[in-house]
């Protein structure tokens, strides 16, 4: 595809565009401190499964310790049996010197203003983005729809134009009626929402609007959640309605983390266990909700926590060989409550706080994006263009990047203790999450949208990687997860996991019409 040159930014944006060089040098994110500050409270950071949101029929709660937060609500569903040919690999750009100081005092910063989730850029797509996007939202129109539940289905077998065959399967190939997230029901109606705002003559998904709205609106009053991208996802969909019920949600859900921060350790801490806890993907959307919230609301006070949650992360959960953060750390805290200098990586019950999945990495750079723009904030986007300039194709830190088939691996594991003694990660290469790894299509593309296209040839690789390898044609959508060669896994039955999923097909979506969204 051919390069177009930046198009005119708006101020801010112009101003990253301007100083990109001199923003990428603010992360040496190793040698960050800690400051304690005075601001009070802690909060969770870990949170109820995506079922159980008000309204859905099922209590909010925060779950155990020795609950696996990455497996709620857990989504089981396939790749593809349409890989084309891969590719060759191409190389991103980044800026050797990008985590080789620390935060600039003297680096500029862009006006404090907010922008919806998102964005765009002058990138020239292919013409296969509308028809998947069409083919998806169709889809999931005619069969989505669980009379059971009142929410969409997780997965279904494509069928008929207006039953799906099979739906709800669980990986060994049962289906299950009953089982929900009301997750990818947000993620439907601000897809649903995003693509009337594209195409505001199209009529055909109106009353789909009207009947999630209500659906959605049920499920997320007073949302406590603590999956901090939430945030984003309710203030992208009152940007995008021009509904204030979305934001009143979002300030809701910011307040609720900033009732909950730990003085002692100077971040957000889950309290639930006497050492304290931290999913750190989720802390990190939490402090990038709340620097956002700040501007946004004007409450500084929540900017403040932001950054200071941010702060204790790149401290204390950062890998610095390997630019990565650790999944899941425990004993922040001393048995006196002060703060534990060490937190240790959490492994308990199965759960393994050292694994790295690219759909977490792509949720904490687009937050990290987010509080950036909002608040100008160089040390922030320091830390997201970190993650963008380490996850690319060139540069591979982690090695998750398959330079054979295209696409990001399942996972990356560290061994070791805690994020200063991590150990040498392994690699999953048997298989891929294509579903939750193409999220990275939209970190790239809002990345793109903040600094003037710098991220071109990534933006490209995800978009192929989006509607050709991970998409199922005769299925429709996109799946949970495949071979490395985006061939369909096989059951214990001799059938494949031919489904495909609402979480996958949301996250696709949502990548896909950023893409072609010019503001």
């Known amino acids: 595809m051919a390069r177009l040159m930046p198009r005119c930014l708006p101020a801010r944006k112009r101003v990253y565009v301007l100083f990109g060089g001199l923003m990428t040098l603010v992360v040496a994110l190793s040698a960050c401190t800690t400051a304690l500050p005075t601001s009070e409270s802690a909060t969770p950071c870990a949170g109820s499964s995506g079922g159980a949101s008000p309204g859905s029929g099922a209590a909010q709660r925060l779950p ?11 989504q089981q569903a396939t790749a593809t049996a349409t890989a084309a040919t891969a590719r060759p690999t191409t190389t991103t750009a980044a800026d050797p010197t990008a985590t080789a100081s620390g935060g600039d005092p003297a680096a500029p910063t862009a006006t404090p203003t907010d922008t919806a989730q998102g964005g765009g850029s002058s990138i020239p797509y292919s013409s296969l983005a509308d028809e998947r996007i069409l083919d998806m939202l169709t889809n999931i129109q005619r069969n989505g729809y669980n009379p059971h539940t ?25 289906p299950d009626t009953t089982r929900k997230d009301a997750l990818t029901d947000l993620r439907y109606l601000h897809n649903l929402v995003h693509y ?9 998904f109106d009353d789909e609007i009207t009947k999630w709205t209500a659906i959605v609106k049920g499920e997320f009053a007073g949302t406590t959640n603590a999956r901090g991208w939430l945030f984003d996802e309710l203030v992208s969909l009152g940007t995008l309605s021009g509904d204030s019920w979305f934001l009143d949600q979002a300030k809701g859900l910011a307040a609720s983390y900033a009732r909950h921060f730990n003085t002692s350790a100077g971040t957000l801490v889950d309290t639930k266990t006497s050492t304290g806890y931290m999913r750190v993907d989720w802390g990190i959307e939490q402090g ?3 620097v956002r919230a700040g501007v946004l609301f004007n409450m500084p006070q929540w900017t403040t926590i932001g950054k200071d949650t941010l702060a204790y992360i790149r401290g204390h959960a950062y890998v610095p060989q390997y630019h990565a953060y650790i999944h899941i750390i425990t004993d922040m805290l001393r048995a006196d409550g002060s703060a534990n200098p060490a937190p240790t990586i959490f492994r308990k019950s199965g759960v393994n706080g050292g694994n790295i999945k690219m759909g977490e990495v792509a949720q904490e750079i687009i937050s990290l994006l987010h509080a950036a723009d909002a ?7 320091g830390m997201a263009t970190d993650l963008l300039d380490n996850f690319s194709a060139g540069v591979n830190t982690l090695k998750l990047w398959d330079t054979q088939y295209q696409g990001y691996f399942a996972q990356a594991t560290f061994p070791g203790p805690d994020a200063q003694h991590p150990g040498t990660p392994t690699v999953q290469s048997t298989k891929k ?17 903040l600094l003037g296209n710098k991220y071109v040839d990534m933006q490209q690789e995800m978009e192929h990687v989006v509607e050709v390898q991970a998409y199922d044609v005769n299925a429709h959508g996109i799946g949970y997860e495949c071979h490395p060669d985006w061939t369909l896994m096989h059951l214990n039955d001799g059938t494949t996991e031919d489904w ?15 893409m072609e969204d010019p503001n």
Not at 64 to 74: H, K, L, V, Y
Not at 197 to 204: E, F, N
Not at 434 to 442: A, C, F, N, T
């Open 150 to 174: 009142g929410e969409l289905y997780i997965n279904w077998r494509y069928g008929t134009a207006q039953t799906p065959k099979q739906t709800n399967l669980s990986g060994s190939g049962v």
């Open 433 to 449: 999450e294509q579903g939750r790894q193409i999220q990275m299509l939209e970190a790239y593309v809002t990345a793109n949208h």
């Open 64 to 74: 155990g310790c020795d609950a696996d937060p990455t497996s709620t609500p857990r």
């Open 500 to 514: 495909v999923t609402t979480e996958a097909m949301g996250i696709a979506l949502e990548g896909l019409l950023a």
């Open 288 to 290: 990038g909700a709340l």
């Open 196 to 204: 009337k705002k594209l195409h505001p003559q199209d009529t055909r």
């Open 375 to 381: 608040s100008g904030d160089a040390t922030i986007l």
